[in-house]
């Protein structure tokens, strides 16, 4: 049986013919958590003065105005893209509009799992937040404290959750991202944990096609056809965009970049190992750009 080809393209701007958006991936896009990746802000602004609309969608478990602030810190002013919508948005929203039954259903006694700077995905909401997951009535999960922690050093506060019958909100379903170089885990990585301790697990983000929808409503594009999620996530953005019916291209540099023997940043893959990751992963993105440039 032959695999299916994935074309490796120099960049985006052939892809874009036809279209009206992109709906573009942060970590391993366009920065790797630290800093903007080389040609970035180029690119953006190519795109910009092509006259796409742009919004980042981003697995990230904080309110999207803090990342603003990031990638100005970054060189990446406001004005070379169209807006950021991150999974912790959506999941403020289901926590303050409750119409989603799984959230109507939680209590509000929350224990929150994560560090301080992501307090800002349920400050302002009618919630308790609690010192101990015993007297809580369920528990928000935002990720690690630290990029060198692993999901064993949690295991004994998801023993307490557990013990405790909490259901969990999973702000980020992400297993990994790549962050200077190298992998750190993410909620989703101790959301699965949970789930396989038989635990109830709640997440927003990619890859619920239910995000994309909100990514749409921000492009102001209705017609699915006209728009390019562009992401190196193969399980998310890939996986995501497919669910929701949009065209995704897989940008090779950022977490796959090490499977597929890339060592440098913008390294064109050998697109015979591009497709057989994709067709090994169960995905099927138009296309492979080894960074994002247009």
Same mark, same amino acid.
């Given at each position: 049986?032959?695999?299916?080809?994935?074309?490796?393209?120099?960049?985006?701007?052939?892809?874009?013919?036809?279209?009206?958006?992109?709906?573009?991936?942060?970590?391993?896009?366009?920065?790797?958590?630290?800093?903007?990746?080389?040609?970035?802000?180029?690119?953006?602004?190519?795109?910009? +003065?092509?006259?796409?609309?742009?919004?980042?969608?981003?697995?990230?478990?904080?309110?999207?105005?803090?990342?603003?602030?990031?990638?100005?810190?970054?060189?990446?002013?406001?004005?070379?893209?169209?807006?950021?919508?991150?999974?912790?948005?959506?999941?403020?929203?289901?926590?303050? +509009?409750?119409?989603?039954?799984?959230?109507?259903?939680?209590?509000?006694?929350?224990?929150?799992?994560?560090?301080?700077? +992501?307090?800002?995905?349920?400050?302002?909401?009618?919630?308790?937040?609690?010192?101990?997951?015993?007297?809580?009535?369920?528990?928000?999960?935002? /990720?690690?404290?630290?990029? +060198?922690?692993?999901?064993? @050093?949690?295991?004994?506060?998801?023993?307490?959750?557990?013990?405790?019958?909490?259901?969990?909100?999973?702000?980020?379903?992400?297993?990994?991202?790549?962050?200077?170089?190298?992998?750190?885990?993410?909620?989703?990585?101790?959301?699965?944990?949970?789930?396989?301790?038989?635990?109830?697990?709640?997440?927003?983000?990619?890859?619920?096609?239910?995000?994309?929808?909100?990514?749409?409503?921000?492009? /102001?594009?209705?017609?699915?056809?006209?728009?390019?999620?562009?992401?190196?996530?193969?399980?998310? @953005?890939?996986?995501?965009?497919?669910?929701?019916?949009?065209?995704?291209?897989?940008?090779?540099?950022?977490?796959?970049?090490?499977?597929?023997?890339?060592?440098?940043?913008?390294?064109?893959?050998?697109?015979?190992?591009?497709?057989?990751?994709?067709?090994?992963?169960?995905?099927?993105?138009?296309?492979?750009?080894?960074?994002?440039?247009?």
């Amino acid at each position: 049986m032959t695999t299916p080809a994935v074309p490796v393209l120099p960049g985006l701007e052939t892809l874009c013919a036809g279209r009206d958006g992109l709906i573009l991936d942060l970590w391993g896009v366009i920065h790797d958590g630290h800093s903007a990746y080389p040609g970035v802000a180029e690119a953006l602004a190519r795109i910009r +003065d092509a006259g796409l609309a742009t919004v980042m969608l981003t697995n990230a478990p904080r309110l999207s105005g803090p990342i603003v602030e990031t990638m100005e810190g970054m060189g990446l002013p406001r004005d070379l893209y169209g807006g950021i919508l991150s999974s912790g948005d959506a999941v403020h929203q289901e926590l303050r +509009d409750r119409t989603d039954p799984a959230f109507a259903a939680l209590g509000r006694r929350l224990w929150h799992l994560g560090p301080e700077r +992501d307090r800002t995905v349920f400050e302002g909401l009618d919630l308790d937040v609690v010192e101990v997951p015993e007297a809580a009535d369920f528990v928000l999960n935002t /990720g690690p404290w630290s990029f +060198d922690e692993t999901v064993a @050093d949690y295991q004994a506060r998801l023993d307490r959750c557990r013990a405790a019958g909490l259901p969990m909100v999973c702000a980020n379903p992400d297993h990994v991202v790549i962050r200077e170089g190298r992998k750190v885990i993410c909620a989703g990585a101790l959301a699965a944990r949970y789930a396989e301790m038989g635990g109830a697990v709640i997440d927003r983000g990619k890859p619920d096609p239910a995000i994309y929808d909100r990514a749409l409503a921000r492009l /102001g594009v209705t017609d699915r056809r006209r728009v390019l999620a562009v992401g190196d996530g193969l399980h998310t @953005d890939i996986r995501g965009a497919a669910a929701a019916g949009i065209d995704a291209v897989f940008v090779t540099g950022g977490l796959y970049a090490e499977p597929l023997g890339l060592t440098r940043h913008g390294e064109r893959p050998d697109p015979e190992r591009v497709a057989a990751l994709c067709a090994a992963e169960g995905v099927a993105p138009i296309a492979a750009i080894p960074a994002l440039v247009w």
